[in-house]
T-cell receptor, first 113, second 112 residues
């Protein structure tokens, strides 16, 4: 039973446009959500996180939105750059950053120059 | 950000041998580290939670006798794949927490 879902396995976006990556979760006990970027044969790199008490968190070109009632979050990247091309994993944990993290299946983003 | 290293980055071994992978937090102490495994084109699957000074907590379906975890100090956790078989070939990644989880670069294991 997949607790964190990313229904789009891939996404292509033109450079300069907005990239929107979506994520849904089923476990209402999740209290802390993270997005990671990963290149092949490398470990994931932390991008941005959000706790359940917030509905938005912004860091530069990256913004994460959380809709707790819908159990849905999204990552917005604007403007998208070719260097953003990677696999993006949505992840969730129980309440603090010290809890185990459950990953979604990932979305492969391609930013076309 | 915090740095987590893994050693080795690549390992090729014969079936039946044991392989040890080290995970180190380089500039911070981590009482808890996590071990993940990623098969090609799949997500990262949590294998176990490594706790300094105590036994690891394994996820359902992960054999604790096959994947031995030792968290001997606040900066080092090791994963030993015992009697490795070709189906154990995978990308193993560890993480350690300092405000958020930071991941190591991963270890590619190929069992022939």
């Amino acid at each position: 039973d997949q607790q964190v879902k990313q229904n789009s396995p891939s996404l292509s976006v033109q450079e300069g446009r907005i990239s929107i990556l979506n994520c849904d979760y089923t476990n209402s006990m999740f209290d802390y959500f993270l997005w990671y970027k990963k290149y092949p044969a490398e470990g994931p790199t932390f991008l941005i996180s959000i706790s359940s008490i917030k509905d938005k968190n912004e860091d530069g070109r990256f913004t994460v939105f959380l809709n707790k009632s819908a159990k849905h979050l999204s990552l917005h990247i604007v403007p998208s750059q070719p260097g953003d091309s990677a696999v993006y994993f949505c992840a969730a944990s129980g309440g603090t950053s010290y809890d185990k993290v459950i990953f979604g299946p990932g979305t492969s983003l391609s930013v076309i120059p | 950000g915090a740095v987590v290293s893994q050693h080795p980055s690549w390992v090729i071994c014969k079936s039946g041998t044991s392989v040890k992978i080290e995970c180190r937090s380089l500039d911070f102490q981590a009482t808890t580290m996590f071990w993940y495994r990623q098969f090609p084109k799949q997500s990262l699957m949590l294998m176990a939670t490594s706790n300094e000074g105590s036994k690891a907590t394994y996820e359902q379906g992960v054999e604790k006798d096959k994947f031995l975890i030792n968290h001997a100090s606040l900066t080092l956790s090791t994963l030993t794949v015992t009697s490795a078989h070709p189906e154990d070939s995978s990308f193993y990644i560890c993480s350690a927490t300092q405000e958020t989880q930071y991941f190591g670069p991963g270890t590619r294991l190929l069992v022939l």
